[in-house]
């Protein structure tokens, strides 16, 4: 283990071109014009593990992208470490934001620009070097397994029913993520819950065609107008949202627990000049880090209609559509809430417009405890590397198939993440740093070898 | 006079051929791309003008597109006639709901096909044909000129100017225009209002990137969430405008009035029918007729923000940016109501975000009086080829340089559409039925014929 430092060193730039290789390949899951990137990818992930010296390492097809499986199994008593990651990226648009072309990699400033470059490419990828390291250097100390898939960015819609048909392969004591953040640099971090997550679209439909907007205009109901209405009546003036039963199931925190999330440091200067705004806005009566942490939240992720091109092209527009999302807390349940939402947005649609409300897609939240064994083991680990203990966080983000492992396979997850929030994922120049990267493969072998010491 | 229909009949194929190469130009005023076909447009109108017998016909240059310019003084004393037109079109999208492609002009089903057709190609050119008959019949009984524009669709930008510097050549009795509709093909009606206009680009900023809406959603404000939120409050639940002073110079019109223009025919499960919606929307108190024609509306154009492709994106967008228009009634001073909007609109931005609005065009309604000679002259002509007395209508459509022409030229206009609802313009399938081009041709000599003999 205490060669980990050494071997990264020797190396590093090899690990970089291997990675690189991997972000160049374009596979955006939500467009379906680069399904052969998403094979390229999972090939290229097949070759990765099993060059890192796994016993097999295969292709596997699902009703979607397909998965790629391998394993080493080093002994049958030994604890087994199923590692879980994706190789599916965002879309890149906006792409006129981009400093570089998201599909070539740059190192600059210390740190890796690409698509990917942190979501999930290079997280991920510290695991097949970490596992690297101790196959070659003869110190791994657990079975291990690897699922990584293409349809995470999708809401990994097919890894669920994958998953149930292979419950007996892919057997293992915990799965080990590495798909969020930490604090900041210099304070590691460990994610122990997940937001869950529904998202729609919705086209509202006014008049058959565009209309005159002076012919028409005051006498026909325009569908913008319209769902601008109804949007705004989805959030009440204490940022609460209306849908009827929408809280229900929202486990409410302690006032203990909430005085313990409290610790993790958070600066609200810094994180308002971060991303330019001058107020932080939300629901009454929680902090920001309640509020993306233990509370729901309901977004546009985008909207479109009518003229939208150069100068004043005066219309009554035919037709919206907007993509809605909400995040989701335990114990809310996304196939729940998007029956409401849909039939709450359906219900307040005036009769002068028609309204299609379409579920895309959805995920349960997460909640994963800090006494369990592979959460000690992580903090040993990390504190190997960043000589302090991490910090217990509740991240407002989703990995849907988190929540699905647990119930389909029956096993735990520990979210070893090393992104951080300035590297921009889902956003125009996404990155990396190298330091997170490298850190990253330091410390993975270290949980290997407490997990399987604490599983004695 | 009496050879109108038998020379229409003997040119009908030239006369339409000779407008579709008009229409072939993709003159799109508000598309910077299509600066060179503007000209191209107006020097071919230059041609038709001169070729249908007018003595000079020039492409005069503006702060913007060209004007095209041309008279025929038959006799100083004659009473003169000044056509007014334009050669600009509005854009074509949403392209992929044409039936054919909009600057290829296509007969079926007795009707012109094509962006142009009726606004405001397919009725200008009626007068350049009108006009070419009287000259080879020798039967022009007042002095004739054109000026055709290029900017109508982007609020005549430069003609007032262009005016105020030409004014003396510009003299005339009359301004004499078709760019409105009747009632229906059987049912021929004058135009005697048209309401003005106001149109604005905004633009919201939330965080200054996309943000990841899992780690952020809910803690930041979402812009397209606060547009909605802010142009909500545009409106109330009655259907009014709620800016601040909006009203306050609004013409309340007599319910002698409103009992004259509620004679005009309308059937509203018809029109319902004719745009597909269920029901209508609008003012609280107000018929149909009356919410087009007598009072203002507040309309949203286009939106655009986030993530609009295929799928399931989850982001937080930074921006979004809408295009908002109110058509304004006599009195209202479309600069006050800019200023009011644009006041009013920043005021309920909420500190979380940044808004910024742009003022892209506006113009002033106009009133037309019934009893004036020019609408004795064409309330006759009208009769000439219909056989019946066309009904004054007042029209939710807005033709911003009529008011400007009264204010900067001090002469009056009388507004002689053929145009029908039906025509689509300013929408996909934009059309012009023959019947109502060929009637406009032989309607137009009898309306120089009365005009002439009443101003005597």
Redesign the interface.
């Known amino acids: 283990m205490e060669h980990v430092k050494e071997y990264i060193e020797a190396n590093k730039d090899r690990f970089l071109e291997e990675l690189f290789e991997l972000i160049r390949i374009p596979s955006i ?4 014009e680069h399904k052969q990137d998403m094979i390229k990818a999972a090939e290229y992930w097949k070759e990765t593990i099993f060059k890192a010296g796994a016993d097999k390492a295969e292709v596997m097809t699902t009703e979607g992208n397909p998965v790629v499986y391998g394993e080493k199994i080093i002994n049958p008593d030994a604890p087994t470490v199923l590692v879980y990651g994706h190789y599916d990226v ?2 890149v ?2 792409l006129d ?1 981009w400093k570089i072309p998201p599909f070539e990699p740059e190192i600059k400033d210390g740190k890796i620009w690409a698509r990917g470059a942190d979501d999930d490419k290079g997280q991920a990828f510290m695991h097949a070097k970490a596992f690297e390291f101790m196959v070659k250097t003869d110190s791994l100390p657990c079975n291990v397994k690897f699922m990584i898939e293409g349809e995470e ?3 990994s819609v097919s890894l669920g029913k994958w998953c149930a048909d292979n419950k007996e392969m892919l057997k293992a004591d915990i799965i080990l993520v590495s798909d969020t ?1 930490m604090i900041a640099e210099d304070i590691p971090s460990i994610t122990t819950g997940l ?1 869950g ?1 529904a ?1 729609w ?1 919705v086209e509202v439909t ?17 569908p ?2 319209v ?3 109804m ?3 989805m ?1 009440d003036e204490n940022g609460k949202i209306t849908i009827p039963g929408f809280y229900d199931d929202v486990v409410e925190i302690s006032e203990q627990e909430r005085a313990m999330l409290a610790k993790a440091p958070f600066d609200e200067e810094e994180y308002k000049k971060a ?9 009454k009566g929680f902090t ?1 880090t309640e ?2 942490g233990i ?23 035919s037709k ?4 809605i ?1 909400t ?1 989701l807390v335990p114990d809310q349940d996304h196939k729940k809430i998007a029956q409401q939402f849909k039939e709450h947005f359906e219900s307040i649609a ?4 028609k309204v299609e409300v379409t579920s ?2 959805g995920g349960q939240g997460y909640v994963s405890p800090i006494d369990m064994t592979a959460y000690k083991a992580a903090e040993k680990a990390y504190t190997e590397t960043y000589s302090k203990k991490p910090v217990p966080v509740r ?4 990995i849907p198939i988190i929540s699905t492992f647990e119930q389909v396979l029956g096993i735990k997850s520990i979210l070893m993440g090393f992104g951080l ?1 300035s590297d ?6 996404e990155n990396y740093p190298l330091n997170q990267f490298f850190n990253g493969i330091q410390t993975i072998p270290y949980f290997y070898k407490y997990f399987a010491e604490m599983m004695k």
């Open positions: 899951s939500s467009e379906t965002m879309p648009d906006p934001l960015e999708i809401g953040g937001r997550l998202y679209q006014g008049p058959n065609r565009d209309l005159h907007s002076g012919l028409f205009g005051g006498a026909v109901a325009n913008i107008n769902l601008c209405n949007i705004a009546q959030t991303i330019d705004v001058k107020e932080l806005a939300g629901e920001t509020r993306t509370r729901p939240s309901f977004d546009l992720c985008g909207i479109w209609g009518g003229y939208t091109g150069e100068g004043a092209k005066t219309v009554l527009p919206v559509f907007a993509k999302s995040r005036p009769a002068c417009v895309l897609h991240s407002g983000g989703s929030e921009a994922i889902h956003s125009p120049n």
